[in-house]
């Protein structure tokens, strides 16, 4: 129950009507079909909303639940299925972790390689290491690039002290950080699902070629594979 008069109010559509007494405010919502509602009771005078003080409640729980379960999650952006990734693609997910960085995740980065692409794994974590670069602005490192089976991952942890100078700088301007975190996860999935789909085809594919092809000792003999696949992933890349 308000027990101050007046107060300031806002009305349901966010317009701002000004200092009345309480009583005249009651009824304007009793006439809107809503409630008056104190949202900042230390203020001299209080100020008060017209809104739907049932749905308020809602959102208000339905954001906090969603602050609790994602709050300190770790989430794992790969730089496609090979090392041959284009740089397009890469730019697009050093967005994705920043935006992730910027709401305050951990971001774990995994490059991945393919077959004879074993032997050139410098070439991925020099790639890591320039992901790093273009997100120092917002990241500090938490996990360095280790070898992970046939891959190089890192975890990257928000910089807490730079993003809120950005956050600063951009409310400065007007501007907002992009937060539709939903959309966001739901990109990133559809991209992970899409390289474990991929890799499963090339999986197949190997399969059914070592089992149709078999080389002699002649082929052996003829020239060294390794050195011919060496050769043929300088010329690709």
Do not use: W
Request: charge should be negative.
């Amino acid at each position: 129950m308000i027990r101050l008069s007046p107060i300031r109010l806002i009305d349901q559509d966010g317009e701002q009507v000004g200092v009345i007494d309480t009583q005249e405010a009651l009824r304007m919502a009793q006439n809107a079909g809503l409630d008056l509602v104190e949202i900042s009771p230390d203020a001299r005078p209080p100020v008060c909303k017209i809104m739907d003080y049932g749905k308020y409640k809602y959102e208000l729980s339905k954001k906090e639940q969603k602050g609790k379960s994602t709050g300190h999650e770790l989430k794992e952006i790969r730089l496609g299925r090979s090392i041959k990734i284009d740089p397009h693609d890469v730019q697009i997910r050093v967005n994705q972790a920043r935006r992730f960085l910027m709401a305050g995740h951990k971001v774990q980065i995994t490059q991945r390689f393919r077959g004879r692409e074993m032997a050139h794994k410098e070439l991925g974590e020099e790639r890591l290491i320039q992901v790093c670069q273009d997100l120092s602005d917002v990241a500090k490192i938490e996990i360095a690039p280790r070898a992970v089976g046939r891959a190089i991952t890192l975890v990257l942890a928000p910089d807490k002290v730079k993003i809120e100078q950005i956050k600063a700088q951009l409310a400065k301007e007007g501007k907002q950080a992009e937060e539709d975190l939903e959309k966001l996860e739901a990109e990133v999935a559809a991209q992970n699902a899409a390289i474990d789909a991929e890799d499963d085809h090339d999986d197949s594919d190997d399969d059914k070629k070592s089992t149709k092809k078999q080389r002699g000792p002649k082929d052996d003999r003829a020239g060294n594979p390794v050195d011919d696949e060496v050769a043929d992933l300088l010329g690709e890349l």
